[in-house]
């Protein structure tokens, strides 16, 4: 699927990819969306992957928050660079290892739907005009958006499908 180029588009991708992401969580039984993946990957299961996908809508949202602000927000989080994310990622996977696969669930809806509005509430200039926030340096808000929502959801679609394969 070509990267969204209009907000349509975007709002199509991601709410699909999302969509189907969930629809093939759902479709496994309980016990099995709770199964452990392979040793080495670093998500350890269906919950670790939704969590970090939460995860990164919640920093996106904080990003965008206080980038319309004005303000300069870290990024990818206080501490970590680009560079660094996968000790970002580590961290991500441990502060989840507690919460039950359902509450995880029910708030990477709510950070979805929260994406969503932030999509919706801008224009297709606002969204993919590179450099037009300062925040978002020399890219646009809708490649921002791009990597947390549709690209990432499909990630997360695939990762969870190719060990799922792998493991029948």
């Known amino acids: 699927m070509p990267r969204p180029k209009t907000k349509a588009d975007l709002i199509t991708q991601s709410q699909g990819n999302y969509k189907k992401l969930l629809d093939y969580v759902d479709a496994f039984s309980t016990q099995e969306q709770l199964a452990e993946f392979p040793q080495g990957t670093l998500n350890r299961n269906i919950r670790d992957v939704l969590a970090h996908l939460n995860h990164w809508n919640l920093m996106m949202l904080k990003w965008y928050t206080l980038g319309m602000k004005g303000e300069k927000p870290a990024m990818p989080a206080e501490g970590y660079t680009w560079k660094t994310m996968p000790d970002l990622n580590r961290k991500i996977q441990e502060r989840y290892n507690d919460t039950a696969l359902e509450d995880i669930k029910g708030e990477l809806v709510q950070s979805f739907e929260r994406l969503q509005v932030i999509i919706a509430g801008h224009s297709n200039e606002e969204l993919?005009?590179?450099?037009?926030?300062?925040?978002?340096?020399?890219?646009?808000?809708?490649?921002?958006?791009?990597?947390?929502?549709?690209?990432?959801?499909?990630?997360?679609?695939?990762?969870?499908?190719?060990?799922?394969?792998?493991?029948?």
């Open 128 to 168: 993919f005009t590179k450099k037009r926030y300062k925040w978002t340096g020399s890219t646009s808000l809708g490649a921002y958006l791009i990597s947390t929502a549709s690209s990432h959801y499909d990630w997360a679609y695939k990762l969870i499908k190719r060990i799922k394969k792998d493991k029948s």
